[in-house]
């Protein structure tokens, strides 16, 4: 017992100096990679679906994104539509890019992309009747957003 | 003026704050970046041109509400559509499109079979892909990556025995320092292998 104590006196204390620095390091870490969710979902996450071939998204400020997936209440069944933070139909898109369009720079239009984050079970259907809807309006450049990876399997069963 | 002496301030709560900032920063932040397969819509036109192209210049592929495949009315699997999109793509039988007036050339950098009955010219090619209403997301996704894939592996094939690098390659270095040579490169590729992909009314 008596030994254990002596070796315990001799035990300088670690020095915490150096803890906010560290801390700090991951702090400017986390504030500089952070994005702030800027839409609540109000339909289920979609699940995406995946796909090796993909193309990373440049220029976030310009990409709008639409939403398909399930309702959160089970009982309503088919695909909802959400954007910015509403539950929208196939027929309001167009007014949704316009107003996408309005709170960018002219010149920086023709550069917008429209991501579509829809869920895996989603039906080709309400996606291919967006696509006309955005191609009555002219914004051609899509993009179907999918995670990486290259077990294509889970998409389809 | 008598200098009072400051204490020194006590550092030892400025962890605690960095701690709740930090924590603050990792519950909010999300690192997702956003990727997909990237696709440009064909523009709306008002005119309707009858354009008369050949069957064998189109490979049909045809998925129907229970997720089955039908590629040139053969039943197949998904896995099967980059092959068989490649095989079609670079068979280079015939002449290729007339550019400028001038009559279209055989397609001189194909490594296909040269089958008469497949398509003519890689500029030719064309994809169509009809879906049904009813066909999951997903299945329509993995298609779209297939065909993808097909022509990124066309490319790089391409790019590699003219210019030694992948088509992959050449996009990365001009992310990083876009020149106008590289661009060139690029562009020929893209031009030497169009995407040229066609999806109809889907079946109701």
Redesign the interface.
């Known amino acids: 017992m008596s030994k254990f104590k002596m070796r315990k006196k001799g035990m300088p204390a670690i020095s ?1 100096a150096s ?2 620095d560290i ?2 390091m ?2 400017f870490f ?2 500089v ?5 800027e839409t609540d979902l109000l339909i289920k996450k979609p699940a995406l ?1 995946v ?7 440049e220029l ?1 400020s310009l ?1 709008s ?1 639409i939403y ?1 997936g399930k309702s959160k209440d089970t009982r309503i069944s088919g695909d909802k539509i959400q954007v910015n933070d509403k539950i929208v139909e196939v027929k309001d898109i167009p007014s949704f890019i316009f107003s996408e369009r309005a709170l960018r720079k002219e010149d920086e239009v023709k550069f917008m ?1 429209t ?2 984050k ?8 309400t ?2 009747d967006i ?1 006309e809807q ?3 309006i ?11 990876g290259n077990d ?1 399997s ?4 | 003026m008598a200098r009072r002496d400051i204490g020194e301030i006590n ?1 030892g709560s ?2 605690d704050i ?2 709740l ?2 924590i603050f ?2 519950v ?4 997702d ?12 036109t008002d005119v309707q041109s009858d354009v008369i192209v050949k069957e064998k210049n189109v490979m049909d592929i045809v998925v129907n509400r229970n ?1 089955q495949l039908l590629v040139e009315n053969e039943y197949v699997k ?2 099967d559509v980059k092959r068989l999109a490649i095989k079609f793509i670079d068979n280079g039988g015939g002449f290729g499109t007339p550019v400028d007036g001038k009559p279209g050339e055989p397609c001189d950098y194909c490594e296909g079979d040269k089958d008469p009955n497949s398509s003519d010219h890689p500029s030719k090619a064309i994809i169509s892909l009809q ?12 298609i ?2 297939e065909i ?2 097909a022509y ?1 592996e066309l490319r790089n094939t391409l790019s590699k025995k003219l210019y030694g690098r992948t088509y992959d390659e050449l996009l990365n270095d001009y992310k990083d320092n876009p020149s106008k040579s590289l661009q060139d490169k690029i562009d020929d590729l893209k031009n030497k292998y169009p995407q040229i992909i066609t ?1 109809p009314e ?1 079946i109701k």
């Open positions: 915490t803890l906010p801390v700090f991951l702090l986390f504030m990679s952070t994005t702030m969710r679906p796909a090796s071939e993909v193309k990373k998204l976030k990409v994104t398909i992309t991501s579509i829809a869920d895996k079970e989603a039906s080709v259907g996606v291919l696509k955005l191609r009555d002219n914004a051609l450049k899509i993009s179907f957003s999918t995670s990486k294509l889970s998409n389809y069963k | 550092a400025m962890a960095a701690f900032l930090l920063f990792l909010t932040t999300t690192m970046v956003d990727s997909g397969i990237a696709r440009k819509l064909p523009e709306k997720n998904v896995t879906s049904d209403r009813g066909t999951s997301y997903g299945m329509y996704i993995s779209q990556n993808e894939g990124n999806e889907p």
